[in-house]
């Protein structure tokens, strides 16, 4: 985008004001929005994503919210905006891609947007239901000039299942799908370079891909989150999350 599409985004209009303050006042900080997003199907597998980015990649907008779990490697393309800095960050970091979305796409073919976090449990939904308010308070009017300085109004928000954790453990060696991978954060690989661990691996969900490599050895699940069908990461209990997956969310 220019210098002067990106400065007339940071002359904010009145209407855009109230859409920032929707977005701010949307959620709480330790908001866990999980059931919000499934109860409205936002949820979509990794191979519906890499299809939709095989298909039309200008149409979609992949966003990291992890805060300083984020090191390690990202999904290839991703806008990296931490929702601890959502807020604040909104509209240098994630809004100028946003506004560059494709406008002409056909009900079935709206650009998308997707947020993930490390399991895509608490972060993500919660950046999500952010955006939700604010496209919901955006100015309607599109013979408005301003307007055209907006996310589209068709724009389809979801959140990737098994966030950056199923994603990296399944493509950690494919560069088209993971850039700057660091295995000193993650642990797959033994001193040569070879995967380790598979007798422990773990069930990637959402994809054609049966396994993946074992937890990584850095990230450590909050105690208080929602358990879910891909609920393995950091999971040192020795208890599959998964078994206890029914009597904590049913």
């Known amino acids: 985008m220019s210098t002067s599409s990106l400065s007339t985004l940071s002359k904010r209009p009145r209407a855009e004001g109230t859409a920032l303050d929707a977005m701010a006042e949307a959620c709480g900080p330790r908001d866990c929005l999980y059931r919000w997003c499934a ?83 608490r972060r993500g939904p919660r950046c999500a239901k952010r955006l939700d308010a604010y496209i919901s308070n955006l100015r309607s009017d599109d013979d408005d000039p301003e307007c055209a300085q907006q996310p589209p109004r068709s724009l389809s928000i979801r959140v990737l299942e098994g966030g950056a954790d199923h994603w990296i453990r399944r493509f950690y060696s494919d560069a088209e799908q993971v850039e700057d991978f660091d295995d000193d954060y993650w642990g797959f690989l033994d001193g040569g370079g070879a995967a380790t661990g598979f007798d422990e691996r773990v069930d990637i969900v959402g994809s054609s891909d049966d396994r993946g490599p074992p937890r990584h050895r850095s990230y450590v699940r909050p105690s208080d989150q929602p358990a879910t069908s891909w609920s393995d990461a950091g999971n040192s209990s020795g208890v599959s999350a998964r078994s206890q997956q029914k009597d904590r969310i049913d």
Do not use: K
């Open 39 to 121: 109860d409205r199907s936002m949820y979509i597998t990794q191979d519906e994503l890499l299809a939709a980015r095989a298909a039309r990649p200008e149409a979609v907008v992949v966003v990291d919210c992890r805060d300083e779990d984020g090191a390690g490697g990202r999904i290839r393309g991703a806008v990296r905006l931490p929702d601890s800095a959502f807020a604040s960050d909104f509209e240098s970091r994630l809004l100028p891609a946003l506004v560059a979305l494709p406008r002409d796409c056909g009900d079935d073919d709206s650009p998308m947007v997707v947020f993930h976090c490390m399991e895509s449990v």
